[in-house]
């Protein structure tokens, strides 16, 4: 008739946190407990972040090895760490070239966007309008001088690289080139990276 009630059968409400009036702030997402992993605070929000695809995570690997391999050593490449733009937006980068003098430690959680001079977005299905309008916007008006766009090639594991830099009179970036093949940039200093490398990932 009734059955057995047992430990598996009785589920749990799921309490999802209650925001403030006026919007998380980046104090909040350093301090709310059990916040998923690469949650992030745009505008006073929390985004949390689907699983990523094979495409996006080899992208992050192959920019990440790329990167380090040819930066001077006053540069440091971080991933998936969460830039400090201001007290309501705390976004997370795929991947960021910091000034190497702003690492402080292991126990480190975020960087101020003083501090970056490039940021990467690897596109994603879940992310597609953050990636391409409304964290390059934001990272612009907070001065950080460049940002990459990667897209995925077709239905292929080729990335395809939007480069853009900051027009410090209009405090928005400007679109310098598109690379399939091979990265070549002079910003934030000279990068070249093999953009075909990801197919031995």
């Known amino acids: ?9 009785v589920k749990r409400p799921v309490q999802w946190p209650v925001p ?14 059990d916040l998923p992993p690469h949650t992030e605070l745009i505008d006073g929000s929390l985004v949390f972040v689907s ?24 540069f440091k490449v971080k991933r998936e760490m969460t830039i400090v733009l201001d007290t309501r937006n705390g976004p997370e980068p795929d991947v960021s070239v910091i000034r190497a003098d702003a690492a402080t430690g292991p126990d ?16 994603s299905p879940d992310s597609e309008s953050r ?19 990667v897209e995925q090639s ?8 939007h480069v853009y830099e900051l027009d410090p009179l209009t405090q928005a970036y400007v679109h310098t080139g598109m690379h ?15 953009l075909t490398a990801i197919d031995e990932l």
């Open 20 to 33: 403030p009036q006026d919007g998380y702030t980046v104090d909040d997402l350093f301090t709310l407990p």
């Open 154 to 161: 077709g239905t292929g594991n080729r990335a395809v690289i």
């Open 131 to 149: 990636d391409r309008t409304t964290k390059p916007q934001k990272y612009a008006a907070a001065g950080i001088p460049n940002f990459w766009r």
């Open 108 to 123: 480190q959680t975020s960087y101020r966007a003083e501090d970056v001079l490039l940021a990467v977005e690897v596109v």
């Open 51 to 74: 699983p990523q695809r094979a495409f996006h995570a080899d992208a992050i690997d192959l920019l990440v090895t790329g990167l380090r391999g040819g930066l001077p050593a006053e």
């Open 1 to 9: 008739m009734g059955g057995t009630m047992t430990a598996e059968s």
């Open 180 to 194: 399939r093949d091979q990265v070549k940039v002079d910003k934030p200093c000279d990068i070249v990276i093999d």
